[in-house]
């Protein structure tokens, strides 16, 4: 193999694997150790900058770092990355002098954003202190776009949302509430030097063909237009016996609401196995925590309506079979059809995007499935002037993939507003800095801790299901983060190799807990996979290779499940090994700005 | 601050004959310096005994003192160990021995502990053909006490503190072969490759199994002009042949050619494979080591690898027809037969 590249930055980066996850690549065990230093304030700026909601995310994100997270693949279960979020944000001192303001005196340039969800509030937030004036339209009373809609009380209260969503609006953003805009061409024929788009996919999907849907309508409910009911408060109960089809968050959203008004025997109905649902497996639980049970490999076959009243529903029971490439088709097990009694039902089985409200005559190209064609890097559409991102750019995600297109949207509008090319993107800000302080001394915790991942306490059942808004998950204390914390193997410390330091005295090979190092002769990666100390399977994970040693061998690391302990280093009597930490910023609107002012 | 390894493991160990994997070979965490040579030979000593699937009860650790004889600690945990005298591991190791021939000894000492204060047990040991194998960690200086020369430092060889040494070195590996000792190897302890299977052929020779590993000091004797460096030891270096070890019962899947190599049976049936070997060198023939060696040294190289072995020798328990069992494993109705027997025996001596 060629010595790899540690000049690339994306070569580390990939190394601190749940910020490589993260869509918006919050620089996560930063902020895990300033959490554990009680140094609040800051680990909230740090992901304020990044994921703009960390207050909102540290509650509800979709976690696709956790599952990437190193410690998962040593230990049972990785750090706890999303409810450390929320220690910081639970804890943190006054920030508003922290976040920038909008200039004084405006760079003269308008910018109009339709849809006030995280893309936008991202788009508001980046391009507002660059001197943008930015209008914000939403049909709503409030911003915050699904976050307020479709996130229940009792995950994120009302004002924690309010709270990281007027930090935004304070920064002198023009809104345009309760403003519902119904043609594009009439924005576009107004100033505006660009228009983001960030409508989300309002859109539930129906069962409109199953015999008994409009006999029964009065008590069939599309999932989120219900959940948004509930949230601005039009709706305010729900029968005893409720269904709720889908297996998606949105169902367990809706399942677990449902039992807060009043539902007292409330299902969740789905037609895939219980271990494909597309729902987060902690809202599973927690939805089955509250007596909800989860009726897999049901398929709806009809709703069941007597004197134009609905009864229930009947389902097929179905069983996965799987074909040699893993397609799956879901086959009737030839049981008699199932009768279950609901006097409400929900419909949650996914969301679509709709835009009714955009004509088809301003140069905005739409494919097959009506979705404008917008570039995945600029989120620019066919009409140069207009822009998307969110669940309206490429189809519905969550939260955390809103903001990080938000930012990368912002970016290409601060361009496109100064006339230059979006394909020239600002480089990501990186640092790389040793961490020794002495022999055995390195200035991060280099300590592997044991504990298992801690269990964030709920709210008394009993309480929480009679108050909609209470919220049910009380969130780690100081101390559960600061053990927590300690969990997080800092895989920001980079193991960085100098070979020319080198002596091969084999230290490092013979210290490595876990056998990452490897000196062999060379080869193919493939033939080299083979030949470490440890067979390297993990083939999403690099091999760190060094150029060729005194002794005609090389150094080979396999990144796969080293502890950053520095061992290695600390073993290394010249200091080829160094543990040096390395940060990695995706660069926003308003950093690129400063630099093309200065 | 880390003086603790953490307790987590690579997931995909490899596991060897008996289900163990490396860290079942594993000691506590090592307190000498950061490179020191005796590390290297502590993790060579681990991966042959996990090669070798011994189980870790069956093996005695005995050392002296010295940064070497600290090293027990850092491998085996699960071992039987015993840190002796300085310079008298030969003898604890000898009433050990005698005492349970069923255990596998691994003595370790070092240049001081063999060469200087321990020399008149060492030869002894030698004689006696002990069936262990003595490991020397050879740094050539006194570590524990600032980098003094000691008795294996070469003549010339210039010190950290910039002093030449005066005296001529004794060298370990040609006073094995002069007092008869049955397999007599060096290695270095930068080679893992040549050192791993010396190990483990040593562990299956039945008799007195002397390995010279040449250990850099780094702290105090990996300077320029020392001849126990990194560098130098890398520079002078000369195998008499690479080795593969087969253990017994294990398919020959390479073949050789013939003439440049030789396979040695030892006494349990695993194969040595020696390949690439020294021009008139045979590792059965003494005189052709003790050439080969006396050849290297007039070269200025150092020669490494196996020199000489004996496969089929007698180690001492042999030698004095001992019984088989273990002393401890011995049943009070054999060691103390009784009235009868004792009146046969006063009988037969009439």
Avoid at chain 1, 238 to 255: P, Q, S
């Amino acid at each position: 193999m060629e010595p790899t590249n540690v000049n690339d930055p994306e070569y580390y980066h990939k190394v601190v694997d749940c910020q490589y996850a993260c869509p918006a690549h919050t620089p996560v065990p930063e902020y895990i150790r300033l959490i554990a230093a009680e140094r609040y304030t800051e680990a909230y700026m740090i992901n304020w900058e990044s994921n703009v909601f960390p207050g909102v995310l540290g509650r509800t994100c979709d976690r696709p770092c956790e599952p990437a997270c190193r410690r998962g693949r040593v230990e049972e279960e990785p750090v706890a990355i999303c409810r450390l979020k929320r220690v910081a944000a639970d804890n943190k001192g006054n920030i508003k002098n922290l976040i920038p303001k909008a200039p004084e005196k405006g760079n003269g340039k308008k910018v109009a954003l339709i849809g006030a969800g995280p893309a936008s509030l991202t788009v508001a937030r980046d391009l507002a202190p660059i001197g943008y004036e930015i209008h914000v339209f939403d049909e709503q009373i409030k911003g915050g776009g699904m976050m307020r809609s479709q996130i229940p009380s009792f995950r994120l209260p009302e004002h924690v949302l309010d709270e990281e969503v007027n930090n935004i609006l304070d920064m002198g953003i023009h809104t345009h509430f309760k403003t519902y805009v119904s043609s594009l061409k009439d924005v576009l024929a107004k100033d505006y030097d660009a228009v983001f788009i960030g409508t989300g996919a309002p859109r539930g999907r129906d069962l409109a063909d199953l015999p008994g849907r409009k006999e029964g309508a009065a008590n069939i409910h599309i999932g989120i237009e219900w959940l948004a009911s509930v949230a601005f408060e039009h709706t305010n109960k729900i029968g005893k016996n409720v269904i709720v089809l889908g297996g998606g968050n949105t169902a367990m959203d809706c399942c677990r609401t449902s039992r807060r008004l009043g539902g007292e025997n409330v299902k969740v109905v789905v037609r895939s196995p219980f271990t494909e649902m597309k729902a987060s497996p902690w809202e599973k639980e927690d939805a089955m925590h509250e007596d909800i049970p989860i009726l897999d490999n049901h398929v709806p076959k009809s709703f069941v309506v007597e004197d134009g009243q609905l009864k229930g529903m009947t389902f097929e029971k179905v069983h996965a079979v799987y074909d040699e490439k893993g397609k799956r088709s879901l086959l009737p097990t030839g049981e008699a059809h199932v009768f279950i009694e609901a006097d409400d039902v929900l419909v949650a089985i996914g969301q679509e995007n709709s835009f009714p409200w955009i004509e088809r005559d301003l140069g905005i190209e739409f494919d097959k499935w009506e979705m404008p064609k917008v570039d995945a890097v600029t989120f620019q559409s066919t009409n140069p002037k207009v822009f998307f991102g969110g669940d309206a750019a490429l189809g519905p995600k969550n939260v955390i993939t809103a903001v990080a297109q938000g930012h990368q949207g912002a970016i290409s509008i601060d361009l496109f507003c100064q006339g230059k090319s979006l394909n020239d993107r600002p480089s990501p800000y990186t640092n790389l800095v040793s961490q020794k302080m002495g022999i055995h001394e390195w200035s991060y915790d280099s300590v592997v801790a044991t504990d298992h991942r801690f269990v964030v306490a709920q709210a008394d059942k009993a309480v929480t299901l009679k108050d909609r808004k209470k919220e049910v998950e009380l969130g780690f204390n100081k101390l559960e983060g600061f053990k927590e914390a300690q969990r997080c193997l800092n895989c920001d410390a980079q193991t960085v190799f100098t070979e020319n330091r080198c002596i091969e005295c084999d230290a490092c090979m013979d210290i490595c807990p876990t056998s990452c190092i490897t000196f062999t002769v060379n080869g193919t990666e493939e033939d080299l996979r083979t030949r470490l100390m440890a067979p390297a399977l993990n083939l999403d994970q690099e091999l760190l290779v060094s150029g060729t040693l005194a002794t005609g061998r090389v150094m080979v690391k396999d990144e796969d499940v080293c502890l950053h302990c520095g061992l290695c280093a600390e073993r290394c009597p010249t200091s080829a090994w160094d543990m040096q930490k390395f940060f990695y910023n995706v660069t926003k609107a308003h950093h690129g700005c400063q630099t093309a002012t200065a | 601050m880390t003086y603790i390894r953490p307790t987590f493991r690579h997931p995909n160990l490899p596991k060897n004959k008996i289900n163990y994997t490396r860290k079942d070979y594993e000691g506590a965490l090592s307190t000498l310096c950061a490179g020191c040579g005796h590390d290297s030979i502590s993790g060579a000593i681990i991966q042959a005994c996990f090669e070798l699937a011994i189980e870790p009860h069956r093996l005695a650790k005995m050392s002296g003192i010295g940064c070497s004889s600290k090293t027990p600690a850092y491998f085996l945990g699960n071992s039987h160990g015993f840190n002796s005298v300085h310079g008298r591991m030969p003898s604890v190791a000898t009433g050990a021995y005698l005492a349970n021939r069923d255990l596998v000894y691994f003595g370790v000492s070092g240049d001081g502990d063999t060469a200087s204060i321990g020399m008149g047990q060492f030869v002894h040991a030698i004689r006696r053909n002990l069936n262990m194998v003595y490991i020397v960690m050879n740094n050539g200086c006194y570590g524990l006490t600032k980098g003094q020369d000691s008795a294996t430092a070469d003549a010339g060889s210039v010190s950290k503190a910039g002093s030449t040494n005066m005296f001529n070195a004794i060298d370990l590996v040609g006073l094995g072969l002069e007092l008869g000792a049955t397999f007599v190897a060096r290695s270095f302890s930068g080679d893992k490759t040549q050192l791993i299977p010396l190990i483990k052929a040593a562990m299956s020779h039945p008799g007195f199994a002397l390995i010279d590993v040449i250990s850099p000091c780094v702290t105090f004797n990996n300077n320029t002009g020392s001849t126990k460096s990194y560098d130098y030891v890398r520079e002078h270096i000369e195998a008499t042949s690479t080795i593969d070890f087969v253990p017994t019962m294990e398919e020959i899947t390479t073949s050789y050619e013939e003439g440049d190599s030789k396979e040695v049976t030892l006494h349990d049936g695993s194969i040595l494979n020696l390949q690439k070997l020294n021009q008139g060198w045979n590792p059965e023939d003494k005189l052709s080591a003790m050439i080969a060696l006396q050849n290297a040294k007039s070269k200025g190289e150092i020669l490494t690898g196996l020199i000489y072995i004996e496969p089929n020798t007698q180690s001492l328990h042999e030698v004095l027809g001992t019984c088989q069992t273990p002393l401890n494993a011995l049943k009070e109705d054999i060691l103390c037969p009784g009235i009868d027997a004792l009146e046969a025996l006063n009988q037969s001596l009439r």
